[in-house]
């Protein structure tokens, strides 16, 4: 018999040749799909930020956030589905700690990674995530241990290149992901607040604008408010969440409120992520009832 060809009741039938798997392309690993993408920018921003200003507080104390993701989320991930997780996002929620955390304690780096992870497996509703990660737990251990614990200040100086490596990369990748508007909102938004709180605090528009120039806001305009879990799903609101942000932020700092972005984005972010799931719950689906037909 020809290879290729089966016989079956007097007829033939030609196998298909399997289909060779699509080379990897750029496009592809520039993509949703490449969970890979957000760590590298991460770390990215981690290596020019230490290598131009030495940000982190210390190696030792990031690896140890980022261990701790990891661990945590590998223990819930394996009770609760029983299966082992991509550690993708761990990785993110560690390094964010490691990065934006100020301590001189050791066990604050674990505890807020702790519960970053263990926040995405409790408060849930409706299948879905409240809170940020990263954001829900340094807003907590703002709230918990004040004296022991604070958040990265520090900006890029008057460097210009690091900052523009990280900015054409993160809005590289955001744009692929199809996260770009929320960033691009945000920022305008930040921009036009910080001429509206300059004209109003009398500082003057440099230094109000200046804070979005440091890593800290790196990784919020680019992994934080952008994060595909926590945000709302329409694209319209999610440009509109975006500007209440900033609105909620600009209200923070007029009061002297010096985590402002952390706590705006805890509080409207979520709301919005929380009516969202409330007005879809609601939506339920309609069942008809059989109609009976007359003899």
């Not at 018999?1 to 496009?27: D, E, V």
């Not at 600009?250 to 805890?266: D, E, T, V």
């Amino acid at each position: 018999m020809t290879p290729g060809i089966t016989a079956s009741g007097g007829s033939a039938a030609i196998a298909a040749p399997a289909k060779p798997k699509p080379a990897p392309t750029l496009g592809r690993f520039f993509s949703i799909e490449n969970r890979y993408l957000p760590p590298m920018l991460i770390t990215l921003i981690l290596l020019v930020g230490q290598l131009s200003f030495r940000l982190l507080e210390s190696f030792p104390r990031t690896l140890l956030a980022i261990a701790s993701a990891i661990v945590v989320e590998m223990v819930l991930a394996r009770l609760v589905t029983g299966k082992f997780p991509n550690l993708a996002s761990a990785y993110i929620s560690g390094i964010s700690v490691g990065i934006l955390v100020r301590s001189p304690e050791y066990w604050p780096f674990a505890l807020c990674s702790a519960l970053a992870i263990t926040s995405k497996y409790v408060i849930r509703w409706h299948g879905r995530h409240l809170w940020n990660p990263s954001n829900f737990a340094i807003c907590a251990m703002l709230i918990l241990a004040p004296e022991v614990f604070s958040t990265l200040s520090v900006q890029w100086g008057n460097n210009f290149w690091p900052m523009m490596v990280v900015w054409i990369v993160g809005a590289a990748i955001t744009w692929r992901v199809d996260r770009i508007h929320i960033t691009g909102v945000y920022v305008a938004s930040f921009v036009a607040f910080a001429l509206l709180r300059g004209a109003i605090t009398g500082h003057g528009f440099l230094a109000e604008v200046a804070p979005i120039t440091g890593p800290m806001y790196q990784l919020f305009i680019f992994f934080m408010i952008t994060d595909p879990k926590t945000t709302v799903r329409n694209r319209r609101a999610q440009c509109l969440v975006a500007f209440l942000i900033a609105t909620a932020e600009m209200i923070l700092r007029l009061a002297q409120n010096i985590h402002a972005p952390y706590y705006a984005l805890a509080i409207v972010g979520t709301s919005a992520v929380a009516i969202e799931i409330w007005w879809t719950s609601r939506k339920k689906p309609i069942v008809l009832k059989p109609q009976t037909v007359p003899a």
